[in-house]
Protein backbone atom coordinates (compact mmCIF):
# COMPACT_ATOMS: atom_id res chain seq x y z
CA UNK A 1 0.00 0.00 0.00
CA UNK A 2 1.09 3.53 -0.73
CA UNK A 3 0.87 6.23 0.76
CA UNK A 4 0.53 10.01 -0.04
CA UNK A 5 1.76 12.70 2.85
CA UNK A 6 0.74 16.48 3.27
CA UNK A 7 4.20 18.71 3.18
CA UNK A 8 4.45 22.60 3.39
CA UNK A 9 5.87 24.28 0.94
CA UNK A 10 9.26 25.84 2.43
CA UNK A 11 10.56 27.34 -0.88
CA UNK A 12 11.01 26.77 -4.56
CA UNK A 13 13.30 27.00 -7.43
CA UNK A 14 12.36 26.13 -10.85
CA UNK A 15 9.88 23.44 -10.61
CA UNK A 16 11.00 22.02 -7.85
CA UNK A 17 9.33 22.34 -4.17
CA UNK A 18 11.19 21.86 -0.62
CA UNK A 19 8.81 20.92 1.66
CA UNK A 20 8.26 19.63 5.19
CA UNK A 21 6.23 17.99 8.08
CA UNK A 22 7.53 17.01 11.30
CA UNK A 23 11.50 18.10 10.90
CA UNK A 24 11.73 16.41 7.50
CA UNK A 25 12.76 17.72 4.44
CA UNK A 26 12.63 16.91 0.85
CA UNK A 27 12.29 17.94 -2.46
CA UNK A 28 9.54 17.30 -4.94
CA UNK A 29 8.73 18.17 -8.70
CA UNK A 30 6.01 20.03 -9.51
CA UNK A 31 5.33 18.39 -12.95
CA UNK A 32 2.23 17.17 -12.22
CA UNK A 33 0.82 19.47 -9.44
CA UNK A 34 -2.64 20.13 -10.48
CA UNK A 35 -1.53 23.74 -9.54
CA UNK A 36 1.28 25.66 -8.73
CA UNK A 37 1.70 26.10 -4.71
CA UNK A 38 3.38 29.13 -2.88
CA UNK A 39 5.63 29.05 -0.08
CA UNK A 40 3.09 28.23 2.72
CA UNK A 41 0.89 26.00 0.86
CA UNK A 42 0.31 22.54 1.72
CA UNK A 43 0.76 19.72 -1.49
CA UNK A 44 -0.05 15.90 -1.04
CA UNK A 45 3.63 14.19 -1.90
CA UNK A 46 3.77 11.00 -3.09
CA UNK A 47 7.23 9.37 -4.80
CA UNK A 48 8.56 12.32 -4.95
CA UNK A 49 6.04 14.42 -7.09
CA UNK A 50 3.80 16.73 -5.89
CA UNK A 51 0.33 15.40 -6.60
CA UNK A 52 -2.21 18.15 -5.41
CA UNK A 53 -2.38 21.63 -3.75
CA UNK A 54 -4.84 21.80 -0.92
CA UNK A 55 -5.48 24.19 1.37
CA UNK A 56 -3.20 24.97 4.84
CA UNK A 57 -6.20 24.11 7.23
CA UNK A 58 -6.94 20.51 5.37
CA UNK A 59 -3.18 20.10 5.39
CA UNK A 60 -2.85 20.56 8.93
CA UNK A 61 -6.03 18.35 9.78
CA UNK A 62 -5.18 15.47 7.79
CA UNK A 63 -1.60 15.85 9.51
CA UNK A 64 -3.18 15.45 12.67
CA UNK A 65 -5.47 12.54 11.69
CA UNK A 66 -1.93 10.70 10.85
CA UNK A 67 -0.31 11.78 14.02
CA UNK A 68 -2.94 10.41 16.67
CA UNK A 69 -3.56 7.29 14.79
CA UNK A 70 0.13 6.57 14.29
CA UNK A 71 1.30 8.41 17.32
CA UNK A 72 4.05 10.29 15.35
CA UNK A 73 4.65 14.51 15.68
CA UNK A 74 4.10 16.08 12.66
CA UNK A 75 2.12 19.43 13.98
CA UNK A 76 2.91 20.98 17.04
Known amino acids: MC ?3 PMEVVSI ?3 V ?3 EV ?3 K ?3 RLDIVDQVPAVGDFVIVHAGFAL ?3 DRQ ?3 ETLKLFQ ?7 VK
Open 52 to 54: RCI
Open 3 to 5: LAV
Open 68 to 74: DSLGLEL
Open 17 to 19: AHV
Open 22 to 24: GGV
Open 26 to 28: NQV
Open 13 to 15: EDN
Open 58 to 60: EGL
